[in-house]
């Protein structure tokens, strides 16, 4: 009943919508650079006879898809909004049915631990489903017109690091760096979401429960902005995305950011099952 009161409302599917719009926009991008590109190469051909063309590393899926480039307004849009994204869809459900007498309700006539788990896992879902299912549509119209190339290091026009996570797998098999990093954002989604979640068991406004990760994200986008020695990126806006936009990202702390956030997300089931339902 969760999950389908998660995946069935009107915020999921707006939230969806919004993620769509801005993989689609992102994708008629790079479609038009695509594009030019292909005709200014068949102009230099008529006129060099050249058998490597340099310019091909810029136009290929790794640096195509909304994970990996960083112009369109798409990208922008999508990589700032996700926070709030994800917790949109369901997140707020808890203080919602609190406020109402809906969640004594139920308590009265089942097991508080097994609602407050459900809910957990819908919202976890509700919140994972807006980052992945944009992203994966996004790589999928891009792979369709544009060529899923094996990326070149020696490459200027591959913006990664050597020293990031997964960087091996980038500069080997790129389709399956792509699916990872999808499958990291769906994660990410999902305890963003059961942090906003966790949080309302501790905070009465469904308001600032919902936009406390990404007021938590906004701070660390202004250290990483602000500190010019930091070794690894720090801000999720940053390493969530495929590509690094900054610095190089570090597996620890990516771990240590999720870590966090389903540590907030737990202990807010924790106080719940422990006070008395009101």
């Given at each position: 009943m969760e999950m389908r009161k998660a995946l069935k409302n009107k915020w999921f599917w707006g939230m969806l919508l919004l993620g769509c719009v801005c993989g689609f926009f992102s994708f008629l991008y790079r479609y038009s650079v695509y594009l030019d590109w292909q005709r200014e190469a068949g102009i230099l051909a008529e006129m060099i006879?050249?058998?490597y063309d340099p310019d091909v590393q810029a136009n290929i899926l790794a640096n195509s898809w909304i994970g990996g480039e960083?112009?369109?307004?798409?990208?922008?849009?999508?990589?700032?909004?996700?926070?709030?994204?994800?917790?949109?869809?369901?997140?707020?459900?808890?203080?919602?049915?609190?406020?109402v007498g809906y969640l004594a309700l139920v308590c009265a006539n089942a097991s508080k631990k097994g609602y407050y788990c459900a809910k957990a896992a819908a919202v976890f879902m509700g919140?994972?489903?807006v980052l992945a299912v944009p992203q994966l549509l996004n790589a999928m119209l891009v792979s369709a017109v544009i060529p899923n190339l094996v990326p070149d290091s020696l490459s200027l026009s591959v913006a990664s690091f050597q020293e990031s996570m997964w960087s091996g797998i980038f500069f080997t098999k790129p389709g399956v760096f792509?699916?990872?990093y999808i499958a990291l954002d769906f994660v990410f989604g999902g305890l963003i979401a059961l942090a906003a979640y966790g949080a309302?068991?501790?905070?009465?406004?469904?308001?600032?429960?919902?936009?406390?990760?990404?007021?938590?994200?906004?701070?660390f986008r202004q250290w990483s902005q602000a500190d010019h020695m930091l070794a690894f990126e720090v801000s999720p806006f940053y390493f969530l995305h495929a590509m690094p936009v900054v610095g190089p990202v570090?597996?620890?702390?990516?771990?240590?950011?999720?870590?966090?956030?389903?540590?907030?997300?737990?202990?807010?089931?924790?106080?719940?099952?422990?006070?008395?339902?009101?």
């Open positions: 006879d050249s058998p960083v112009f369109s307004l798409g990208f922008a849009l999508f990589f700032f909004l996700f926070p709030l994204m994800a917790t949109v869809p369901y997140a707020w459900s808890y203080i919602q049915e609190k406020r919140g994972g489903l792509l699916l990872l309302g068991f501790f905070i009465r406004s469904q308001a600032a429960a919902m936009v406390l990760p990404f007021g938590i994200f906004l701070a570090n597996g620890m702390i990516v771990a240590a950011f999720a870590f966090g956030l389903a540590c907030v997300g737990f202990l807010g089931l924790w106080k719940g099952c422990r006070d008395e339902v009101l």
